[in-house]
């Protein structure tokens, strides 16, 4: 993770085009922090949380498919 305003943040990068993400809490403005929640069927979903519970997001998409977190 990089470290931005003294917390961790969560870089998403698309390994398609290499476009890169950082985002924050709209609440907060605490950086979102990576995490997987799991779904029906014991699946994995990778999303987006804020620290302080204000919620979570569908980590965010690129060319079609999942960018991944680099930490």
């Known amino acids: 993770m990089i470290s931005a305003g003294g917390g961790n943040m969560s870089t998403y ?3 398609k085009c290499g476009m890169s993400v950082n985002a ?3 609440k907060c403005n605490a950086p979102l922090a990576n995490d997987n929640l799991k779904v029906d069927g014991g699946k994995q979903v990778q999303i987006s ?3 302080n519970n204000h919620g ?5 998409l690129c060319c079609g498919q999942d960018m991944a ?3």
């Open 69 to 71: 977190c680099r930490t």
């Open 56 to 60: 979570k997001i569908k980590s965010p």
């Open 24 to 26: 924050t809490c709209g």
């Open 13 to 15: 990068e698309c390994s």
């Open 49 to 51: 949380k804020c620290p």
